[in-house]
């Protein structure tokens, strides 16, 4: 059936005038890739997007403050490791 809908969608557009471009592979939308949370920087609003980061570790990250690597969140104990680990790949430590 595909391949009966390609050639009819072509012609009906053809008749209309619409301009025809003809792609060999589908196109793929780029998914954005949100930048990663400086937690040596961000508000707890934005500390709070993370999973497992609630008001209280928010408070607890920003208090701790500054952080030389991101695992110091778990060296310092203020995040579990579980919770590090899934937010590890989100987060950065800036200087």
């Known amino acids: 059936m595909k391949t ?16 025809v471009v003809l792609a060999s592979e589908p196109l793929q939308l780029a998914q954005a890739k949100p930048a990663p949370i400086d937690i040596n920087r ?6 709070m997007t993370l999973k497992g980061i609630g008001d209280a ?4 990250i920003i208090k701790g403050r500054p ?3 991101k695992d110091e969140l778990v060296q ?8 590090y680990n ?3 790949d989100q987060i ?3 200087q």
């Open 4 to 19: 009966f809908l390609a050639p009819l969608m072509l012609a009906l557009a053809l008749l209309a005038g619409q301009d």
């Open 42 to 47: 961000a508000k707890a609003e934005e500390l």
């Open 57 to 60: 570790r928010a408070a607890a």
């Open 67 to 69: 952080y030389a690597r």
């Open 76 to 83: 310092k104990k203020i995040i579990p490791e579980s919770v």
């Open 86 to 88: 899934d937010i590890k």
């Open 92 to 94: 950065v430590a800036k």
